[in-house]
């Protein structure tokens, strides 16, 4: 606890009895032989107070010590906002009595966190995490590490790969601490790419939009953005129908010009450290609710009282601001390639690099140009790391099998954390798939009649009836399913073939189950391959949104669309929040191009009017800057989808400039 916390009378007091207000009375704490007196427990606070949930986790214990944890754990819930001290001095008597029980630890490391003991909530929550073996934790650890000075630790725990295996809002609390460790790092650029993919859709409401609206405000701000900042703060006061954020008091000032550009700590209070006061508040959860005290979304300021009325910010469509690559300003073309903007690119291959036997045009000499690591990460699971560095090698790349990343390794990795080694699993696949298996320690089989405890499904061309047969009788008598992929289809040199997720589909028709996926989207493979790589910000470059793309956003890294082959311009501009990539180019060579030009951002260089669902593109440019053309439109499409404005089923793509119309009519989309 920091002096100028002492100096408000926020430090260490003698516990005192707390009535249900948490108003002092007598005191009447006993000694503790293993620390100081516990504080008192008001009579009125019964364990049945606890939510049933939480009281079974203290079964283990002995009936009175139960009992006792109880009424300590109802406490710091009711006194969390309160007294933080002495929910903190609650929080700790329960965990003497009962240091082995997983609820306990993560109520005090919450307990430490609100009272600013940030180290202390480190030891409590990583002990929680120990004995739990949950990850909803990571983002209050990251943000107590900022709390501590540290927020180069918050973005490595941010980036690991539990960190990156969140999931829904958890996923998002950590992106906001990520964010916020980057504005205290001065890095705003990079505080908006962290957040730019997250739900960004204004007429959310609920405190997790707030907060996450607010930190993206914030970030523009320090950014020296400040009319969209405003309208992200206004956006935060809209949803904010709890009063979570101080984002009505954060727009008054910059409206009247009382904070000067960049400057978001200037409301945070002093946490005893030279960063800024971390990014997380504690929500307050009632005793008869829960007593495992629930954390809101952080934000990247600190959360102060509102006065006054919400203020009600209209929610029309407002579109995320360009935000570029650290070397590429802000609407405009960068000033080197987009390759250049990332540490390693992480590449498909069907469609990518090549369609079956043939490399996609240009794309040899591409990544022969480029300065930055290759990693070559594929879900076709019939061909091992070296086969694939041949089959390359053979059309003109220089790859070794170390830059090659197989969803057949991935799904064999994740058989092994279900199995015990020398377990036995059924392979339907190639060969190849069953030698990763064996190389982790599983025994193959091909028959349902040796009992396998999972079956493994890969890729083959020889798959036929009688081997998805074993694999549906596997299953139904219990086995564990892990696929590689669900790949539909596989591109070749003739057209689209039927890929391993068509007979993944054959299998979960005839038994009911669905399997565990290691391939695109799903995060194993991609954490695989950023784990190969060795980077920090690697960018994923693929042909198909619901795999190469939607898995760049399991994992939270930026992407690029090209269009040689399975997703087509028209699959673009009706991709879902979750499929939209941060860059998009007609073939691998755009990695080569100015990251500007290729950003689904909002473009000066091009101006859209609607008329209903009609959509006429006119270039501002001259010439028109047909790099940023599709880009440009996808941004703006996407933009009026999310805001209900333009039905895509019915949209129409024109323009009156010949060589625009040209354009269009290249991307397929002239009469879409």
Same mark, same amino acid.
């Given at each position: ?314 929610? #029309?469509?407002?579109? !995320?601001? &360009? =935000?570029?690559?650290?070397?590429? *300003?802000?609407?405009?073309?960068? /000033?080197? +390639?987009? $390759? ?107 028959? #349902?009649?040796?009992? !396998?405890? &999972? =079956?493994?499904?890969?890729?083959? *061309?020889?798959?036929?009836?009688? /081997?998805? +047969?074993? $694999? ?201």
């Amino acid at each position: 606890m920091n002096d100028r916390d002492r100096s408000r009378g926020r430090g260490p007091q003698r516990p005192g009895r707390q009535d249900r207000a948490g108003r002092p009375q007598q005191a009447s704490g006993r000694p503790n032989a293993d620390g100081p007196p516990d504080p008192a427990l008001p009579d009125d606070v019964a364990a049945s107070d606890l939510d049933p949930d939480t009281r079974r986790d203290l079964l283990s214990l002995e009936k009175a010590t139960a009992e006792r944890v109880a009424r300590h754990l109802v406490m710091v819930a009711e006194l969390l906002y309160e007294d933080a001290e002495l929910a903190l001095a609650h929080a700790r008597a329960a965990r003497r009595r009962a240091a082995r029980v997983g609820v306990v630890r993560e109520t005090a490391g919450v307990a430490a966190y609100n009272a600013g003991e940030w180290q202390e909530a480190i030891s409590e929550l990583r002990a929680a995490r120990r004995i739990t073996g949950s990850s909803a934790l990571l983002p209050l650890i990251a943000d107590a590490e900022r709390g501590l000075g540290r927020p180069e630790r918050a973005i490595e725990i941010a980036r690991s790969e539990e960190g990156r295996a969140l999931r829904d809002d958890e996923a998002t609390e950590m992106r906001i601490v990520e964010a916020g460790a980057r504005l205290d790092l001065g890095e705003p650029q990079k505080a908006l790419v962290t957040l730019q993919f997250e739900d960004l859709r204004p007429g959310r409401t609920g405190t997790a939009a707030a907060r996450l609206f607010y930190a993206y405000a914030s970030a523009l701000e320090a950014a020296g953005q400040l009319d969209d900042a405003m309208t992200w703060f206004m956006n935060a006061s809209a949803a904010d129908t709890e009063d979570a954020t101080d984002a009505e008091f954060r727009l008054m000032e910059i409206s009247v010009g009382e904070s000067e550009p960049g400057d978001v700590t200037a409301t945070v209070e002093d946490s005893g450290t030279e960063a800024p006061a971390p990014a997380h508040q504690v929500h307050d959860v009632p005793a008869q609710d829960s007593t495992s005290v629930e954390t809101s979304a952080p934000s990247v300021a600190d959360v102060s009282e509102r006065t006054g009325e919400q203020k009600q910010a209209p929610a #029309a469509r407002v579109s !995320p601001p &360009a =935000v570029v690559a650290d070397d590429a *300003p802000s609407g405009g073309a960068a /000033s080197s +390639s987009l $390759a250049a903007a990332y540490d390693a690119l992480l590449l498909d291959l069907d469609g990518t690099v090549f369609a079956g036997h043939s490399p996609v045009p240009g794309a040899p000499e591409t990544l022969e140009s480029l300065q930055v690591p290759t990693i070559f990460v594929t879900n076709n699971a019939s061909r091992r790391p070296e086969a694939v560095a041949e089959h390359l090698t053979s059309m003109g790349f220089s790859v070794s099998p170390e830059q090659v990343v197989t969803s057949a390794q991935s799904a064999a990795r994740l058989l092994s954390e279900h199995l015990e080694p020398g377990s036995r699993a059924l392979v339907l696949g190639t060969e190849g798939l069953a030698q990763e298996v064996r190389e982790v320690g599983i025994a193959v089989t091909r028959s #349902a009649d040796d009992r !396998p405890l &999972a =079956v493994i499904q890969g890729f083959s *061309p020889d798959t036929s009836w009688e /081997s998805l +047969s074993e $694999a549906a009788l596997a299953i139904r008598a219990g086995a564990l399913w892990v696929a590689t992929n669900v790949d539909a289809t596989l591109p070749s040199e003739r057209g689209l073939v039927v890929g391993n997720g068509s007979l993944v589909a054959a299998v979960a028709h005839a038994t009911g189950q669905e399997p565990l996926v290691a391939g695109k989207p799903a995060a194993p493979l991609m954490a695989d391959a950023i784990k190969r790589s060795g980077a920090d910000t690697p960018l994923v470059v693929g042909d198909r949104l619901d795999t190469d793309i939607q898995g760049a956003h399991s994992v939270g890294l930026d992407s690029l669309l090209v269009l040689s082959g399975v997703s087509t311009a028209s699959d673009l501009l009706g991709a879902p929040p979750e499929q939209r990539p941060t860059y998009v180019s007609g073939d691998l060579s755009g990695v080569l191009e100015p990251a500007g030009l290729l950003r689904a951002v909002p473009s000066d260089d091009w101006h859209f009017e609607q008329a209903g669902n009609a959509l006429t593109i006119s270039p501002v440019a001259d010439p028109p800057a047909t790099l940023s053309l599709l880009p440009a439109l996808a941004a703006c499409v996407w933009a009026l989808a999310d805001a209900e404005e333009i039905d895509l089923t019915e949209m129409v793509v024109d323009s009156d400039d010949p060589q625009t119309r040209v354009a269009l009519e290249s991307f397929g989309l002239i009469g879409q």
